[in-house]
């Protein structure tokens, strides 16, 4: 005999997060994430949907057609990005990365952020296009790496987070390129 859940599945408010809304299975808590608003969606008995979409900007909205399935669990950030934008900066294209967390790699016309929101840490990392000297990926470790000063072996990155495909690497660098904003990529 099965038992009931006390709770039906649902997104609620997050314990942790006055700012956010969990994903209540109906047995615990899981790691997805939306931007709460005034109101929370309706109980779903199936796998996690996703929360009500809000309106992106344009230009979020066209980078994340060109990954989407390859930002799971990156939605939350995806949401946030534009309130770290810039006035005028256009975001060219984005992927999932690792850094402290599962977050957003957004390029822009104008620099490169991380952008990570957890239940108990925050991390956003930013580095200027003006200022990079190289940009790395490794294929071995998926490391994605930005160098504000000559890249050697002592060099310390200003930036370094893990991308899970050597495809989204090329697609973030790509775009900078296209810009005219960044140094090559180079993979190693």
Known sequence: ????????????????DDSLVRYWDG???????AVRRV??????????????VLALRPDIAAALDRVRG??????????LLAGHLRPEERVLALTAAQGEG???LACTDRRLLFL?????????????WNQAKGVFYDRASKAFTVYTTKPTKRA?????VRVGRVEDAQAVAHAAQAASAAPRLDIV
């Open 116 to 128: 990570f929101v957890g239940v108990l840490r925050r991390q956003f990392v930013e580095v200027d």
């Open 156 to 160: 310390v990155p200003a930036m370094s």
């Open 1 to 16: 005999m099965t038992q009931s859940p006390v709770r039906p599945p649902a997104w609620l408010p997050d314990p942790l």
């Open 39 to 52: 109101a929370v969606a309706e109980p779903v008995a199936a796998a996690p949907p996703e929360p009500a």
């Open 102 to 104: 599962f977050g957003v």
């Open 27 to 33: 047995g615990r808590w899981t790691f997805h994430t």
């Open 70 to 79: 390859a930002l799971t669990g990156s939605m939350k950030e995806v949401h």
